[in-house]
């Protein structure tokens, strides 16, 4: 390569990323503005959006994004140690996830509370299952009108091909140290005695769901089995059954977070995000945003709450 098209390379590469170096600096401006406490009162504002997971969660400009666990208890953990803020709105647009995940945060947030802080969650297009069982770790849920939550239960699935694998050939040979301990192969199919194994895992989760949504919305657990059948329900369905509190915007989240603060004038709003990588910037998510669940539509809901995964599932 002669001298002239190095200095030519040198050139296109500089353009290309001298621009990306400027967005992320720009990016990380934004990101400390936000952190930066305001003048006049403030409110909080945590988003819990996309599948929960129990690890960190990803982000993605395309919409393959999840709501991890430990990045949203992190997040709270930062707000109960902020003396500036006195209460928080948790947005929350999730079909649910992670059993452990929608727990660990459960946990968090009623921790919280018991420090004092106020949290209005504010449900948006969907908060689902462990959506709704994060949700009813606040003081009040504010749902729209036409949210989808509900979907109280876990799941649990297990593909069988063993009869695929023995129409194209293919035979598994397993060594194992105990009867169960390939149990959920997709070679082969479940047994009686291990579907009612994995049935009493079902049930003692399921059992921890009802009694946590019991404690948060303080229902009788009676009366929350009764309506925790699997089935969905619309935010105004939701209030009616005293699963929601009221119908309202996220506005009216904040509005009602900033009364439990004792701001009785105009509040700013101070978001906690975890730090955005260059691809946000480069697309313009510079909050923790998914586009998984914008616009929802009830077939993205199905393949939410029949998500098939190796472990308990409360989506």
Not at 168 to 196: C, Q
């Amino acid at each position: 390569m002669n001298r002239r098209n190095v200095i030519i390379l040198i050139i296109i590469l500089a353009a290309i990323i001298l621009p990306l170096l400027a967005m992320t600096v720009i990016g990380a401006a934004i990101l400390l503005s936000r952190e930066t406490p305001l003048r006049g009162g403030q409110v909080a504002l945590i988003r819990v959006e996309g599948v929960i997971t129990g690890g960190r969660g990803s982000s993605s400009p395309f919409g393959d994004a999840s709501a991890g666990a430990e990045t949203i208890v992190d997040l709270l953990e930062r707000f109960r140690r902020d003396d500036s803020v006195r209460a928080a709105v948790i947005r929350i647009n999730s079909p649910g996830g992670s059993a452990a995940g929608s727990q660990e945060i459960y946990q968090e947030i009623q921790k919280v509370r018991r420090d004092g802080k106020k949290i209005t969650v504010s449900m948006g297009d969907v908060a689902a299952s462990g959506g709704y069982y994060i949700a009813c770790a606040g003081d009040r849920i504010i749902a729209d009108p036409a949210t989808i939550t509900g979907s109280i239960g876990v799941i649990m699935q297990t593909a069988d091909m063993s009869k695929l694998f023995e129409k194209i050939g293919i035979d598994f040979g397993t060594i194992k140290s105990g009867p169960h301990k390939d149990m959920g192969s997709s070679s082969r199919p479940l047994t009686p005695e291990e579907k009612a194994l994995l049935q009493n895992m079902i049930n003692d989760v399921y059992d921890q769901f009802l009694t946590d949504v019991s404690t948060g919305r303080k229902i009788p657990k009676a009366e929350v089995r009764k309506l925790a059948d699997g089935r969905i329900y619309t935010g105004r369905q939701a209030v009616g059954n005293k699963l929601v509190d009221k119908l309202g915007s996220m506005d009216d989240a904040l509005k009602a977070a900033a009364k439990d603060a004792g701001i009785t004038g105009e509040y700013s709003v101070k978001t906690y995000q975890r730090p955005m990588g260059l691809m946000e910037v480069l697309f313009g998510t510079s909050e923790v945003r998914v586009s998984l669940l914008e616009d929802v539509t009830l077939g993205q809901l199905a393949r939410g709450l029949l998500r098939a995964d190796s472990g308990f599932k409360m989506d």
